[in-house]
């Protein structure tokens, strides 16, 4: 259960996310710090507090994966982290990544808020929260970066899956016409949207369904 280790990692779920962190710190990458104060389609956060929330959100997903017990009701940081903020992302993923493949088997089990959940799950989570998140920080540089389709589609069959925990992780999903690439599709599903670029005044437009996390933990 909870505090045993798998006989073996789920490549299946490893690959999923090690697509989703390749990604996201593609993105991630680009980011100068005069970017760092624009906002993001994550309602109340700028582009600064994105990155803090997405090295946090690594570093519970590998805790949970290395302990066994995810708290979802964990806080997130209320500033900046301290550094470079791409540099933390990197280390936080590459341990995620390395813990994933330790920690993450078949038999493998995390209690998540009190619930146990297969391991593969969290990290199939974890890779489209991280997915999802490079998106925010590619719209919020002004053109959101498409996530790469074969990855997309992966993940949207996931989706249902998610949207009907219990816990809300993501806000409601956006319309978009069903020929959509798989993509846009993803980030719809996640109340992103797609059509998020460059505003009229060359700032990037909020998504229409905010994905930010207010009072109801929705991101």
């Known amino acids: 259960m909870a505090g045993q280790r798998g006989r073996a990692p789920a490549p299946g779920a490893i690959a ?3 697509g989703a962190i390749r990604y996201a710190l593609g993105v991630c990458a680009q980011v100068t710090p005069a970017e760092l104060a624009r906002p993001t389609p994550c309602p109340d956060w700028d582009l600064a507090a994105l ?3 997405l090295a946090a959100s690594m570093a519970d997903l590998e805790s949970g994966l290395r302990t066994g017990l995810l708290d979802l009701g964990l806080a997130d940081p209320v500033g900046p982290v301290p550094g470079d903020p791409v540099e933390v992302l990197r280390d936080q993923a590459a341990n995620l990544l390395v813990t994933c493949y330790v920690h993450h088997g078949t038999d493998r089990f995390v209690v998540v808020s009190g619930m146990p959940v297969a391991a593969g799950i969290v990290a ?7 997915a999802v998140h490079g998106w925010d920080v590619s719209a919020a540089r002004g053109r959101a970066a498409e996530i790469p389709p074969a990855l997309a589609a992966r993940m949207l069959g996931l989706c249902p899956l998610l949207l009907v925990s219990p816990s809300g992780l993501f806000a409601p999903p956006v319309d978009v016409p069903p020929q959509a690439r ?3 599709r993803l980030v719809a599903c996640l109340g992103r949207d ?5 505003g009229p005044a060359g700032r990037p437009e909020r998504a229409r369904s905010g994905p930010g996390r207010p009072e109801n933990g929705r991101h």
């Not at 199939?124 to 991280?130: F, I, K, L, Q, Y």
């Not at 797609?194 to 460059?198: E, Q, S, T």
């Open 16 to 18: 999923l996310l090690g």
């Open 51 to 53: 990155l803090a929330h």
């Open 124 to 130: 199939c989570t974890a890779a489209v929260e991280v």
């Open 182 to 184: 798989p993509g846009d």
């Open 194 to 198: 797609p059509a998020a670029g460059l």
